[in-house]
Every structure is written in C-alpha cells, then in structure tokens.
C-alpha cells in the first residue's frame, strides 16, 4: 500500500514505485514489493491498472503558480497527452530553464502561463523541472497588463490587445494546438 515502509536507505536502494523520506523506504503505489538482494534495490510492482503519476524523464504540461526571481512553482495536470486526476507539482529553477544564463526567472515564465517541461529529478517527493529543449517552454502565455492570450512576434510575445511586449522563454510550437 502506498505509505508503507519497505526498508532503510541503509540497506537498500529505492527503485521503481518506491521513495525515501527521513532514511525510510516507503512505497509509492499499491502492488508487489520486490527486494533485489543482490543489487541492494527495493521496488513495487502495480497490481493492475494504476493512476499515471510523474516520473524522472516524463514530459509534463502544467500551469505555473507563481514566480520568484530564482524559481518557478508549477501545478502539473498532465503527462504527455494524458491528463493526471491527483495533484502533483513541480518547481523550475532558474539554472534549469534555459541553456544560456539567465538572470531571473521573470524572463522565463509568469504566473498562468501554461509551459511544457522535462522531470528532471524526483528528490523529498517534489519534482524538478527543466524547460532546456527547443520543444519545451511556455506554450501559452497570457498578458501581465491585461489577461490577454499574448501572440508570438519573433522571439518575444505581444498582447493584441493592450499592445505589451513581453519575454519568456517559449516553446517551438508556441500557440499551435491543444492543451
């Protein structure tokens, strides 16, 4: 059952449906737990159909809560084209969110925008988030003066309505498609 403690992180390594909180391996899902003790590795295998949720190299969509100069916070609601039940959140660090130097993350994102981003790291049950590759990025952003869907021109975005240029880091496919 999801909660129950498997081992320490002394013995052993936690693997696939498996986590660690104060040295203690817990499961992450309901199923098998399998004790490897050859690799020192625990992991649980589902039982049937599972809800999806977030792993280390999943693609996710989600939309961001706030900004801070340093960092992101972002509410994830789906994984590749699959759209989560749970809540799940995820931060985005100012080093993670472009190849070249970036000053502050608000030239990266603001809050509502809607951005697709790597799972770089699951450390202490909290996902981290990288929005490094040319198809990763803000894929809809709204106006901060107004609310308004803001439009690509070039490299920047422009509120059609209000007229405001704004930067952000954006996706390839910035605009094009559904949600």
Excluded: W
Aim: aromatic share 8%; net charge positive; glycine share 10%.
């Amino acid at each position: 059952m999801p909660g129950e403690p498997l081992g320490v992180i002394e013995e052993f390594i936690p693997d696939s449906g498996a986590y660690t909180k104060d040295g203690i391996i817990y499961s992450k899902i309901i199923g098998c737990a399998l004790i490897d003790f050859k690799n020192k590795r625990v992991s649980v295998f589902p039982i049937g159909h599972v809800a999806k949720v977030p792993k280390v190299g999943s693609i996710i969509i989600g939309q961001v809560s706030a900004v801070q100069p340093q960092m992101a916070t972002v509410r994830i609601f789906k994984i590749g084209k699959k759209a989560l039940s749970g809540f799940f959140s995820g931060l985005l660090h100012v080093s993670d969110a472009q190849s070249r130097f970036v000053e502050s993350m608000f030239n990266i994102c603001k809050p509502s925008d809607i951005i697709r981003a790597e799972i770089i790291s699951e450390k202490n049950r909290i996902y981290h988030l990288s929005t490094k590759g040319k198809n990763l990025g803000v894929v809809y952003a709204f106006c901060s003066n107004c609310g308004y869907l803001l439009e690509q021109r070039y490299r920047d975005l422009q509120c059609p309505r209000c007229g405001k240029i704004e930067k952000r880091k954006i996706a390839i496919d910035y605009g094009k498609g559904m949600i």
